[in-house]
């Protein structure tokens, strides 16, 4: 469980989250929406400490994310909005590798986890490509895979279907799907709610800093208009 409360946080005065309470309960897919700029990352950013809050707390599994950062991290995967933020190997296979490494698996656990998640995003078979010749969309696809690749009890995703082709985005969709039926938390950022919201059991949208919606998709996408984010037609 991943849970906000009463959370605020400002750059050089200028508030950015205001009074921010959430939850993201075990095996639930929430989907964070809102305008540019009205919080998102900066809120994602809090989940794993990479961000602490000026006021409330941020809790996982019951425990002030400020307390104890590297359980916090080992918990809670993160994708970021821009993948060249989180590569630390040159080949494909070594950096989606290189977590599960962290962890002191076994060899055999690493292959079987680096194979499934390059499978999940439709890159089986690239481990030995060079991250830095690869396209953006294709980056994108190796920055998911590394997350996935540590099996994480809580997987934040913030905007991870930028430059994704169709086979790619409905790729990694499925397979976030079953992970959550599996019992991971998604929290999932996205302007693009085409398709989503019916994986999805909540709808979270952002105005201004503040939780604006949030609810079930049915009467969330009821409540979207005027927060600038598009809703998928009926
Ligand atoms: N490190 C920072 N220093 C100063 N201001 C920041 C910083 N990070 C974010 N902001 C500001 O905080 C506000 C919220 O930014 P944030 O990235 O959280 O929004 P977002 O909802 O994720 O937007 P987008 O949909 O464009 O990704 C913006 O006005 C942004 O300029």
């Given at each position: 469980?991943i849970?906000f409360?009463s959370?605020?946080?400002?750059f050089?005065d200028?508030?950015v989250?205001?009074?921010v309470s959430?939850?993201?309960g075990?095996?639930?897919?929430?989907l964070l929406a809102g305008a540019?700029?009205?919080?998102k990352?900066?809120?994602l950013?809090?989940?794993?400490?990479?961000?602490t809050?000026d006021?409330?707390?941020v809790?996982?599994?019951?425990t002030p994310?400020?307390?104890?950062l590297?359980?916090?991290?080992?918990?809670?995967?993160?994708?970021?909005?821009?993948?060249r933020?989180?590569?630390?190997?040159?080949?494909?296979?070594?950096?989606?590798a290189?977590?599960?490494e962290?962890?002191?698996?076994a060899?055999?656990?690493?292959?079987?986890r680096?194979d499934?998640?390059l499978e999940?995003?439709?890159?089986a078979g690239?481990?030995?490509?060079?991250?830095?010749?690869l396209?953006?969309?294709?980056?994108?696809r190796?920055?998911?895979?590394?997350?996935?690749a540590?099996?994480p009890t809580?997987?934040v995703?913030?905007?991870?279907f930028?430059?994704?082709?169709?086979?790619a985005?409905?790729?990694?969709?499925?397979?976030l799907?079953?992970?959550s039926?599996d019992g991971t938390?998604?929290?999932?950022?996205?302007h693009d709610?085409?398709?989503?919201?019916g994986?999805?059991?909540?709808?979270i949208?952002?105005?201004?800093g503040r939780?604006a919606v949030?609810?079930?998709?049915?009467?969330?996408?009821?409540?979207?208009?005027g927060?600038?984010?598009?809703?998928?037609?009926?």
């Amino acid at each position: 469980m991943i849970e906000f409360q009463s959370v605020s946080h400002a750059f050089d005065d200028v508030a950015v989250l205001e009074d921010v309470s959430l939850s993201l309960g075990d095996g639930e897919f929430v989907l964070l929406a809102g305008a540019n700029g009205s919080g998102k990352t900066t809120l994602l950013r809090h989940c794993n400490g990479l961000l602490t809050p000026d006021s409330g707390d941020v809790l996982v599994d019951g425990t002030p994310v400020v307390d104890d950062l590297i359980a916090a991290r080992s918990s809670v995967g993160m994708v970021f909005q821009h993948p060249r933020d989180q590569f630390v190997a040159a080949t494909v296979g070594a950096d989606v590798a290189f977590g599960p490494e962290n962890l002191g698996l076994a060899r055999e656990e690493i292959d079987r986890r680096v194979d499934a998640a390059l499978e999940a995003v439709n890159m089986a078979g690239r481990d030995d490509d060079r991250i830095d010749t690869l396209s953006g969309g294709e980056q994108s696809r190796v920055a998911i895979a590394g997350a996935l690749a540590m099996e994480p009890t809580h997987l934040v995703l913030d905007e991870p279907f930028t430059g994704l082709d169709e086979p790619a985005r409905r790729s990694v969709l499925e397979r976030l799907e079953s992970l959550s039926a599996d019992g991971t938390g998604i929290l999932l950022a996205t302007h693009d709610l085409r398709d989503v919201t019916g994986l999805a059991d909540r709808v979270i949208a952002m105005r201004d800093g503040r939780v604006a919606v949030d609810g079930p998709p049915e009467h969330a996408l009821t409540e979207l208009d005027g927060l600038e984010i598009r809703v998928p037609e009926q």
